[in-house]
T-cell receptor, first 118, second 114 residues
Framework: EAGVTQSPTHLIKTRGQQATLRCSPISGHTSVYWYQQALGLGLQFLLWYDEGEERNRGNFPPRFSGRQFPNYSSELNVNALELEDSALYLC?????????????????FGQGTRLTVV | AQSVAQPEDQVNVAEGNPLTVKCTYSVSGNPYLFWYVQYPNRGLQFLLKYITGDNLVKGSYGFEAEFNKSQTSFHLKKPSALVSDSALYFCAVRGNSGNTPLVFGKGTRLSVIA
């Protein structure tokens, strides 16, 4: 069974540009989470999608946005890139049982996209 | 809002000795607690979780964690450390209702010395 896949693995952008990061969840998983892992800051929660809807959003500016597609894959978009956006962006997926979100199920992580803003 | 504190940035332990990585949490209602491990240039791997029931939870690779409700702690333990356990360890928490996200601590780097 394939795990969570993220693309690209590395991305280099210039300040002010836009970046698009992609994530495919494990088959059968409908919840997708995005996290930013910057040096020394641990994992900062960005966004959570489930069944195509945004369930929660972390304390990030509006230029961080995303969406979830009907096949449950997800995109993270970062507009007007700043140098401090350089980080490892991790996507995770988990089960969600229909209308009742399974909060006690563990999330499975992809390998991440390393975004470098120069 | 929920939060996780991992008070130690770095833990050093000799191979064969017991190890403890500390975690305290804050959440409304009953917590769901998780431990993950991250090896260099890799994503996070799930180790174990506490949902309800027995306060001592056993997980992968010989790790276990003890839930202590009164101290709001969920410390990760292993009776005998291996050099291969050297990695970055993350504790995470979420509440048991609503659109509560999975929130992580800053991580603790474990170094096991031969």
């Amino acid at each position: 069974e394939a795990g969570v896949t993220q693309s690209p693995t590395h991305l280099i952008k210039t300040r002010g540009q836009q970046a698009t990061l992609r994530c495919s969840p494990i088959s059968g998983h409908t919840s997708v989470y995005w996290y930013q892992q910057a040096l020394g800051l641990g994992l900062q929660f960005l966004l959570w999608y489930d069944e195509g809807e945004e369930r929660n959003r972390g304390n990030f500016p509006p230029r961080f946005s995303g969406r979830q597609f009907p096949n449950y894959s997800s995109e993270l978009n970062v507009n007007a890139l700043e140098l401090e956006d350089s980080a490892l962006y991790l996507c995770a997926s988990s089960l969600a049982a229909g209308a009742r979100i399974s909060l006690n199920t563990e999330a499975f992580f992809g390998q991440g996209t390393r975004l470098t803003v120069v | 809002a929920q939060s996780v504190a991992q008070p130690e940035d770095q833990v050093n332990v000799a191979e064969g000795n017991p190890l403890t990585v500390k975690c305290t949490y804050s959440v409304s209602g009953n917590p769901y607690l998780f431990w993950y491990v991250q090896y260099p240039n890799r994503g996070l791997q799930f180790l174990l979780k506490y949902i309800t029931g027995d306060n001592l939870v056993k997980g992968s690779y010989g790790f276990e964690a003890e839930f202590n409700k009164s101290q709001t702690s969920f410390h990760l333990k292993k009776p005998s450390a291996l050099v291969s356990d050297s990695a970055l360890y993350f504790c995470a928490v979420r509440g048991n209702s609503g659109n509560t996200p999975l929130v992580f601590g800053k991580g603790t780097r474990l170094s096991v010395i031969a």
